[in-house]
């Protein structure tokens, strides 16, 4: 009776993780120049050499539910959309997967509805410029350090961003509704903050010049800002900190 349980419970963990082993790769057509993802998914980004590929893995029955595809040389990853008696009976989301996209640089990366992207390698765009957004509690990260011309960073409703080591000619940001923008490391010619509604921007590093600009509650902090000409203006309860 020993042997007989003991076998059960060996069959059932072997098909337990045998659930969570599947993998399945989509490979690139073409070149991409942005990345875009939504649906609560988490993505690691290995920028490399084109065409490239993703990687997906997690449960079976949760990848085939991640739908990745390119439109207009942006490289989309979402959940695929689930019939209502699906989402009634609790048929599985994407919640458990991971994916991995090895592709070139890209200068536009945007994230939404709780999705994440993670940027270990360094960014290397030399003088091409670069957008990032987040919104409604999306995430962006870059560790490993960005070169590019000018960079564009917006976030809002609780949107994320945070990079570490980033070296461009010009760097704007905007910041609302809860956002949070933070650059760490920074050698900058010029940078614009704008921020508002109970947002949250931080910069870290040196800039030639810099303009600053808080309302509605939003707060700004330069305190580890080494810069040669500041201008700032707060208006309706925004705040400054250097």
């Known amino acids: ?5 003991l076998s059960l419970f060996l069959l059932s963990a072997l098909l337990v993780l045998a659930a969570f082993a599947a993998e399945r790769t989509v490979h690139i057509k073409g070149l991409i120049s942005g990345i875009s993802v939504s649906s609560g998914i988490d993505v690691l980004y290995v920028p ?3 065409p490239g590929h ?3 893995s997690g449960p079976a029955d949760e990848i085939p539910l991640v739908d990745i595809k390119v439109k207009k040389s942006t490289l989309v990853i979402g959940a695929v959309e689930q019939r209502v008696w699906s989402k009634l009976l609790n048929r599985p989301g994407v919640k458990h997967v991971k994916v991995t996209v090895y592709a070139p640089a890209v200068g536009n990366i945007s994230v939404s509805s709780g999705a994440e992207i993670k940027v270990r390698n360094p960014l290397a765009l030399g003088g ?3 957008k990032l957004s987040a919104s409604s509690g999306g995430d962006i990260e870059l560790d490993g350090g960005m070169v590019c011309g000018n960079c ?3 976030a809002s409703s609780s949107g994320d961003i945070e990079v570490k080591g980033f070296e461009a000619k010009n760097l704007s940001m905007n910041a609302s509704s809860g956002a949070d923008i933070e650059f760490k490391a920074i050698n900058v010619r ?3 903050a704008n921020v508002s509604s109970g947002a949250n921007i931080t910069v870290k590093g040196r800039a030639d010049r810099a303009d600053m600009n808080a309302s509605s509650g ?3 902090k330069i305190r580890e800002l080494v810069c040669g000409m500041v201008r700032e203006n707060r208006s309706s309860g ?3 900190k250097r």
């Open 1 to 5: 009776m020993i042997m007989k349980r």
């Open 48 to 50: 490399g050499e084109a």
């Open 54 to 56: 993703v990687l997906v």
């Open 128 to 130: 091409r410029n670069v």
């Open 152 to 154: 564009s960073a917006n």
């Open 190 to 192: 010029t940078v614009k």
């Open 218 to 220: 939003g707060d700004i």
């Open 238 to 240: 925004g705040k400054i």
